[in-house]
Every structure is written in structure tokens, then in C-alpha cells.
């Protein structure tokens, strides 16, 4: 089931110069609910999504499924990231019988200008590193999570990733990874860890979380599926 699982996410990111892009995902079980999508569209932008089934195991690893397909298709023809997701929810919501939603972000990327379009189905905020001022700041707030009700309505945001910025999307597996304790990673850690650290590439910075989040856990098994997806824009002379 796992194998078959991975046969449904992209197995590479679309190269694109000047950028530099790394993801993690890891299940808590043989399956999960988590999921990510990186693709190409029509226009030449970079389509990107990240999202998180309430549910875990089978039962949300086949909404998961279904969840990703949508966006696919929706995508094909929408080029408004809040009209996909508006979209995409009143289908869910048309065939959802068991409780299940899914939080996620559906975001378009001009690879060009570094101006990204993006809407949040009540996913976790994603944070922005700012290479210049090495502030980090937090996406806008999004809609309620899809699959819930049929009537929810969806914003587009708009940002630019400028030269040497970072941009983290993430799973609720990351910040709520807990410790032998009880504690949790949480949000402050995560924002820490980017804030204390120069990171070369998108790879180092995903590893980098990786371990702390591990060495935070002591030992302790993961309670949820873990997702991430590092954008990072290159300066020119690293181009």
C-alpha cells in the first residue's frame, strides 16, 4: 500500500533555473494522509501544493488520493489558486460521507518575477525567510479546510519571493511533533531554527529540521505524518 501510495506523488521537482527547491515526507504509518504536488502549468509557472487529511492510515491515505486528483484536474483549467479550491471543496463535499477534511495550500509560482499566487484551505500559515533583513514573516491567513461545508469561499494572496528568501510549507507533523515528554516542537522552535541558521540550499535547511525534530523526539515514535516543502530563491550570481 505504501509503494502504491508513492506512485501517486511526484517522485522530482521540476528544475527551474534560479531556484532551488527540497521536500520531506515521512508517514507515521505505512500510510498517510499528508501530500505534496509540484508541476508545471500551461502558463510556464510552477504549481505547487501541500495538505494534510484529518484522518490517518488507509482512510486517509485514499482521501489523500482523491484530494490531490482534484487539484490536478482543477488546475488544468483554473488559474485562480482560490477558484481551484473553491472547486475542489464542493466536490469533497458532494462525496465526503465519513467526517474526513483536509487542510491544505494550492499556490502558483512565476519562476520569472519570483510573484507567487496562493490560497490556504486552513492549512498551517507557512513562513517566509527574507534573505535581506533575515526576518521571518508568516503567509496570510486562509479559509476554512475543504470538505466541510459546500458554501466556503476561498482568497487569493499574492507575495514575492525575492533573491535569497526561503519559503517553508509544512505539515502540522512538524510543529506538533512531540517529545518523550509530551512537549511539543511547536511553531516558536520551528521559527527559531530558521531564524538561528544560514542554510546553503533548500536541501541543508529540510535536513536541518529533520534532525532537530528528531532529537527533540528522543526516541519517541511520530504521532503524525510529516510534510515539507523548501522554495528557496537563488541570488544571481549563484544562478
Not at 506512485?7 to 534560479?18: K, Y
Not at 490531490?68 to 488559474?79: C, G, H, K, W, Y
Not at 503524525?224 to 528557496?232: F, Q, V, Y
Request: charged fraction near 25%; glycine fraction near 6%; hydrophobic fraction near 40%.
Amino acid at each position: 500500500a505504501r509503494q502504491i501510495q508513492k506512485t501517486f506523488l511526484p517522485q522530482s521537482i521540476p528544475g527551474v533555473e534560479g531556484w532551488d527547491f527540497d521536500l520531506r515526507w515521512r508517514t507515521a504509518r505505512e500510510v498517510g494522509g499528508d501530500f505534496y504536488d509540484v508541476f508545471r502549468t500551461k502558463d510556464n509557472r510552477i504549481a505547487f501544493s501541500i495538505a494534510d487529511v484529518s484522518d490517518k492510515g488507509m482512510p486517509a491515505a485514499l482521501y489523500m488520493t482523491v484530494t490531490r486528483t482534484l487539484i490536478r484536474a482543477m488546475a488544468q483549467n483554473i488559474t485562480s489558486p482560490a477558484e481551484v479550491m473553491t472547486r475542489v471543496n464542493e466536490l469533497l463535499v458532494e462525496e465526503s460521507q465519513n467526517g474526513m477534511f483536509v487542510t491544505g495550500i494550492y499556490a502558483l509560482l512565476d519562476p520569472q518575477t519570483g510573484i507567487m499566487e496562493y490560497a490556504n484551505a486552513g492549512h498551517n500559515l507557512p513562513l517566509i525567510f527574507r534573505g535581506d533583513t533575515q526576518e521571518i514573516q508568516k503567509l496570510a491567513k486562509g479559509g476554512i479546510a475543504l470538505g466541510v461545508i459546500d458554501d466556503a469561499k476561498y482568497v487569493c494572496h499574492e507575495i514575492e519571493i525575492k533573491e535569497k528568501d526561503t519559503l517553508l510549507l509544512y505539515t502540522d507533523g512538524v510543529t506538533e511533533a512531540f517529545s518523550s515528554s509530551g512537549e511539543q516542537f511547536s511553531e516558536s522552535r520551528l521559527i527559531d531554527a530558521l531564524q538561528e541558521n544560514m542554510y546553503a540550499s533548500a536541501s541543508e535547511l529540510l535536513e536541518s529540521l529533520e534532525d532537530l525534530i528528531n532529537i527533540f523526539r528522543k526516541g519517541e515514535a511520530p504521532s503524525d505524518d510529516l510534510t515539507m516543502l523548501a522554495i528557496h530563491r537563488l541570488m544571481s550570481e549563484e544562478k
